[in-house]
């Protein structure tokens, strides 16, 4: 059970992804904002517990002869992790606009309006799945559930609470939407061209501060 406290911070950096936040705000503006937001916030949450429930199963099995097997797949993932999130980092505040230039927003932000419910379930799959950190991320927080050797039913609870944990940022928002507040409504409106507007220094803030956490866990794992 020494593994399962790191899935918190896991779930808050899947948590803060301005991009899906932003999509999410962008449909809860929307014409069909009810619908459309609870079926993209479903999507999101299974494909988070899909790859989650997957990682926890299959590292189980590969960790069954025993803890120190779980333990070195634990750290190889935290040393793949920590360098990956420290490449992007570089990547995203490299990229990120210079010169006083405006972001500008993807062109399917646009498009929203127009989207039925099985699109914005799409569009919701498309966000989980293509988000550099999320996949990653959850196969790290699988294989920490799955080095707990618990039971078949209660890992896979375990792996759907994280889900949902990790889906708090886009399930908040529909839920204060869903109460009509016109004041929650201009809120959101505001939040959504903040996101676009930082979200480069936003993302590589996080990248950053993930790879510290990946390095904290590797260190205190190779000093055991």
């Not at 960790?63 to 990547?91: E, M, N, R, Y």
Request: aromatic share 6%; net charge positive.
């Amino acid at each position: 059970m020494e593994h399962l406290e790191q899935l918190i911070p896991i779930a808050a950096g899947i948590m803060i992804s301005p991009l899906p936040i932003a999509a999410i705000i962008a449909i809860l503006l929307s014409p069909r904002a009810k619908a459309n937001g609870f079926a993209y916030v479903g999507a999101f949450f299974l494909v988070a517990f899909a790859f989650t429930a997957v990682a926890a199963l299959t590292t189980k099995g590969a960790g069954s002869g025993g803890s120190s097997g779980d333990d070195v797949i634990v750290l190889v993932l935290g040393i793949v992790l920590t360098l990956g999130f420290l490449v992007l980092a570089v990547v995203s505040w490299v990229t990120r606009p210079k010169g006083g230039a405006e972001a500008t927003a993807p062109g399917w932000l646009n498009a929203v309006d127009s989207l039925s419910a099985a699109k914005a379930f799409g569009l919701g799959v498309v966000m989980a799945v293509t988000n550099a950190k999320n996949i990653p991320l959850e196969l790290k927080a699988g294989a920490l559930i799955g080095a707990t050797d618990l039971a078949l039913p209660l890992a896979l609870g375990v792996a759907a609470l994280f889900a949902l944990a990790a889906s708090l940022g886009i399930l908040l928002p529909t839920l204060l939407a869903a109460t009509g507040s016109k004041a929650v409504t201009r809120a959101l409106a505001g939040l959504k061209a903040e996101l676009i507007a930082h979200n480069a220094i936003i993302m590589t803030a996080l990248f950053a501060i993930l790879a510290a956490v990946q390095l904290s866990h590797v260190v205190a794992a190779l000093a055991k």
